[in-house]
């Protein structure tokens, strides 16, 4: 009975150090400080999922072995680059034990909404400024308004992460309903913000979700199969954008805006390295596309471990039937050609579905089986 109630007691303490680390991350990366106020949260909250780390007992060797090694590993990059963002990564997961993912999927949700409402009710009331972007397209001059998140593209960064949530992880209710409203908000802001990127992704989400819904069995099976196929495809092509020119390339350059131009001519400065470029280069140089941000911030060896764990989510994924998880984390990663999500464990919550996985049994799960249900139900020895 004694022994019970500690380990009762020690998984609530984990929980609580979980739920506040969490909580102080999110506000480091969803606030706009304008000094250095942002890594002392985020630093702050990486320490208490630590300390949750360190509390919880009956790891595996495998788990042990890949927790020294990614922490070596984010702790070389960020004594190379400054940056704390694959550090980050790499904590969030292994603080996933015995944690329920869609208990922390509400949370997250709780988060992006709570400060994407309020950033721009803020903003409305005049107590934030409206950085307002004044683009050129043909024939007209369009003012794009950021409703004091920065930038317009990340206004639907912010709607598209909640009604991924929404839609495709936390789908018990009034399903149809949360994509309707997903809609709606999203071609109300696009009229306002005119991100055609964002606007394009949400549209592919829901169109995904929709082919999911009225598909099943094998034809289901083929289109997760084919999400599988194409983020591998996709995992490759910055290299082939990096190191190859041709005519297509150059047109896919013109549709994403210069990013590969940005990256080509960087690199003839400087080389791409294993564990990312210094300091004060890392911090002169930023691209909106993830994983040149990556492949270039953050070196070879981080690039390679990021894309085959994904490649192994996903894989995992197909295997246990949970398509519209898998189209969340699929979408996630096409929305990153575009822009700078993979580095946000707030955004890109990819990451705690792999966390998920790894810190916890999945062998004996069964093909279709809620896997948070399981993780709550085995988080107790």
């Known amino acids: 009975m004694v022994y019970q109630d500690n380990i009762r007691m020690r998984m609530n303490i984990g929980r609580t150090l979980f739920v506040a680390g969490l909580f102080l991350i999110g506000i480091s990366k969803l606030w706009r400080f304008q000094g250095a106020q942002d890594k002392v949260f985020l630093a702050t909250g990486l320490c208490f999922l630590m300390l949750k780390i360190a509390i919880e007992k009956n790891y595996t060797k495998n788990q042990i072995t890949c927790f020294f090694g990614a922490f070596s590993m984010g702790a070389l990059i960020f004594m190379k680059t400054g940056e704390l963002n694959p550090f980050s990564l790499f904590i969030i997961v292994f603080s996933m034990k015995g944690i329920e993912i869609k208990k922390v999927l509400r949370e997250v949700l709780a988060l992006n909404l709570a400060f994407f409402v ?181 070196g070879i060896i981080f690039y390679a471990i990021y894309v085959i764990a994904i490649g192994c989510l996903l894989y995992t994924m197909y295997k246990k039937k949970m398509a519209y998880e898998m189209a969340v984390v699929f979408m996630l990663h096409v929305y990153a050609f575009v822009e700078c999500i993979l580095i946000n464990p707030i955004f890109n919550i990819s990451v705690l579905f792999a966390g998920a996985f790894l810190m916890n049994p999945i062998e004996s799960i069964k093909d279709g089986e809620d896997i948070g249900a399981f993780i709550c139900h085995n988080a107790c020895p």
Not at 208 to 228: E, P, W
Not at 245 to 254: C, F, P, W
């Open 118 to 298: 309020g950033t721009i009710t803020l903003c409305k009331m005049g107590f934030i400024y409206d950085d307002i972007y004044f683009f050129s397209r043909p024939g007209q001059i369009l003012a794009r308004h950021s409703y004091g998140l920065g930038h317009p593209n990340q206004v639907f960064l912010r709607i598209l992460v909640i009604g991924m949530i929404v839609v495709g992880c936390l789908r018990e209710r009034h399903h149809k309903a949360k994509m309707v409203m997903t809609f709606v908000v999203s071609v109300l802001f696009y009229k306002t913000t005119n991100s055609r990127s964002g606007f394009l992704c949400i549209l592919l989400f829901l169109a995904a979700v929709c082919m999911l819904d009225m598909c099943g069995g094998k034809k289901r099976k083929v289109i997760t199969a084919c999400m599988f196929v194409l983020y591998a495809f996709m995992a490759v092509l910055p290299i082939v954008f990096l190191f190859w020119d041709s005519r297509i390339i150059q047109r896919i350059d013109q549709m994403i805006t210069g990013r590969i131009f940005l990256a080509k001519k960087f690199l003839a400065s400087y080389s791409l390295s294993a564990l990312g470029v210094d300091k004060g280069i890392s911090e002169s140089f930023v691209i909106d596309n993830s994983y040149m941000y990556i492949l270039i911030h953050y």
